[in-house]
């Protein structure tokens, strides 16, 4: 939708009128670097999954909106700074609001984890900066693939480790390369396997140091890498897990039973 960052979600290709019926428009400034962007989140309730597979993988989604069942949520998940890379999850009224009191926001991270952000906006180098090279690119699916894992890069900056964010964001990535045939028929996998491998050797060095990685976050390239890494987190996430109601627990087991079978 857009020639250039500021960008929001990868879009599918579709027009403002369309994008009008499905989304709402955001006018957000980044809390790192105070760049204002604009991003399209879903309306409420506008895809819900109708069917899913054992793991929470939607196989078919109810659109209030008639004419969209080509479209893949996913690509409205992450909202990505345009300049410094940073991401957070559009649904997270948290990271909507904190241009407003970005102080408090960046109270959650490492001084230099934000400087890192910053330093990469200037000099174009860095984890993010690569990553958010893909977002310039015409292929969907590498775009909505960069986001999730710019935003696996922003969650590694905290101070404390949220496990179960990321945990949650590399089994999106592995529901993404599942999901090719179906949304993204005109993806090239190799292209976007050997580009996102281009992205590793950044990653792996600007990560902030954290003593609760249960191994170490990496650019997944194919969706069985996904799903180990996410399985490695949702079982750290299980193990530090306190007072946590039965229900909640039970289904934790559950979904990392699922993630084990579909490996």
Known sequence: CFDIPPCGPACPMLSEEELTQICRKYAIPCPFCETENEYHRLKRDMAR????????HPLTYK?????FDSVDPLQF???????CGFTGELDDADYRQAGKAPDLFRRDFGEAAIQAYKDGASTGRGAAQ??????????????????????????CSRSRLPVGPIARYYL?????????????ADADPEA?????????????????????????????VDEIEALKLSRAYFER?????KEAKVEDELRLRLLLAEIGFRL
Not at 63 to 67: L, Q
Not at 172 to 184: F, H
Not at 192 to 219: M, N, Q, W
């Open 237 to 241: 996430n299980y193990e530090l897990l």
């Open 49 to 56: 999954a109708a069917k899913m597979e054992g793991d929470g």
């Open 77 to 83: 998940f992450m909202g990505a700074c345009g300049s």
């Open 172 to 184: 999106r990535v592995a529901w993404l390369y599942r999901d090719r045939e179906r949304y993204y």
């Open 63 to 67: 659109w209030k909106t008639p004419g």
């Open 130 to 155: 690569s990553l958010l090279k893909r977002l310039a690119e015409p292929d969907v699916l590498m775009k909505t693939l960069a986001q999730i894992h710019l935003g696996i890069l922003a969650q």
């Open 192 to 220: 976007i396997e050997a580009s996102l491998r281009k992205c590793r050797k950044g990653f792996k060095r600007d990560i902030p140091p954290h003593d609760d990685y249960p191994v170490t976050p990496t650019v997944a």
